[in-house]
């Protein structure tokens, strides 16, 4: 059986890695020029950590993370407002940037990534799926994978128009070296956020800073000058920003999205189906969209070796991810009011939570609380599993 996968993000290559382990030939496309270093700090945690410790990654995931000892609110003046001290010693949750996990993941695939490439068109018949790639060339396969991200072309060309939900607010992300101010943001998360807007920093080590910004704007036209409107929206909001948005690079450097959600009746057309964000994006605010890309090529992966039909295991993929998905995206929607507060009422209420959870005992419930029963997305069947660990 041969998988054409496109897009390698952290959904396509951890579905390569399983595939391959139980014999599939795969092949990737990607439709960016390079490995994409980019993107922001995740909290890395649940299923997909749950995924990521039975493909053995997490002594390397241990090595690239970054522990943050400590959330912290900051004023325009850089002072402490509220904040969490995280409890010592904790993995249940890994602060990893987002392209160190797919690295991890990549580093461990043996398929061919063609970059610069994606689906220009395919046919599907009763022996497979004819592709037709962006760069003129062509494939035969039993499986066309969509991983390819909100903006999915697989989805386009087998589903139509599906337009992800905007969900009111534009996101940035980038690095910068800088001893002094890695030095003074420390191994702390630090924060400010003022109505409809957040930006946040953390020292990632060897004098760099990651920064992330977040902004309320009903418009979902992303600017033609992204730098300048990060500029304009956070410059003059004092603590760290004007010294650090003097430095803002251009794309593809600097990342600049709308923050969205995918939300579809069918992920699967006959021998085509989607995974990762291309179908089950879930945000930002849920913050679990590595880990939810990461189970859903587990859970396909588990069910197209369980027997039966292509069709049937496609469907039985979907059920036992899509109620999961829905749950994570509604409480996704549901923390945009503390992520990113419009009033000030919200801001002064969230500084009273955190110095609730700061009580003795109060930080291992806050951390025990980010994912309640994520685990249920990947029991059932562990053939697929036992297969991997024996490889």
């Not at 139980?22 to 020029?33: D, P, T």
């Not at 060339?137 to 087998?158: I, K, P």
Request: net charge neutral.
């Amino acid at each position: 059986m041969k998988a054409l996968i496109c897009g390698a993000g952290i959904a396509g290559v951890t579905l390569a890695w399983h595939l391959e382990r139980v014999g599939w030939e795969v092949e990737l496309v990607e439709r960016a020029a390079a490995f994409r270093d980019g993107g922001y700090m995740i909290d890395f945690y649940g299923p997909g950590q749950q995924v990521a410790r039975r493909m053995g990654l997490m002594p390397r995931l241990l090595d690239v993370r970054h522990p943050v000892r400590e959330i912290r609110y900051v004023d325009r003046h850089g002072r402490r407002t509220s904040g969490l001290t995280l409890p010592s010693g904790l993995d249940d949750v890994l602060s990893l940037l987002r392209g160190d996990l797919a690295r991890a993941i990549s580093a461990e695939v043996r398929a061919p990534i063609t970059y610069g490439t994606s689906v220009e068109s395919f046919d599907q018949h009763a022996d497979g799926v004819s592709v037709r790639l962006t760069d003129g060339t062509s494939r035969a396969a039993d499986l066309l994978v969509g991983a390819d991200g909100a903006r999915s072309r697989v989805r386009e060309l087998a589903f139509g128009d599906v337009a992800p939900r905007f969900l009111g607010h534009h996101v940035a992300a980038f690095t910068l070296r800088d001893a002094r101010l890695s030095a003074q943001i420390g191994t702390r998360y630090q924060m400010l956020t003022e109505p409809g807007v957040m930006a946040g920093a953390y020292a990632l080590g060897d004098d760099r800073l990651s920064l992330l910004f977040l902004r309320r704007d009903p418009d979902p036209a992303l600017p033609e000058d992204p730098a300048a409107a990060l500029r304009r929206g956070f410059g003059e909001r004092g603590w760290i920003l004007p010294d650090v948005l003097a430095r803002c690079p251009g794309p593809p450097e600097l990342y600049y999205d709308l923050v969205t959600q995918v939300e579809m009746e069918r992920w699967h057309e006959g021998r085509v189906v989607l995974v990762g964000d291309a179908c089950q994006a879930v945000s930002l605010f849920a913050g679990q969209g590595a880990s939810m890309a990461m189970a859903g090529a587990w859970v396909l992966v588990d069910e197209l070796t369980a027997g039966g039909d292509l069709p049937g295991a496609l469907g039985r993929y979907q059920e036992r991810m899509a109620p999961g998905i829905a749950e994570v995206q509604d409480s996704g929607r549901r923390f945009i009011a503390w992520m990113a507060p419009s009033h000030r009422w919200r801001i002064a209420v969230r500084d009273l939570m955190l110095r609730l959870a700061a009580l003795p005992g109060a930080g291992r419930l806050f951390v025990n609380s980010l994912s309640p029963g994520g685990h249920r997305l990947i029991s059932g069947r562990s053939h697929v599993l036992e297969s991997v660990r024996e490889d």
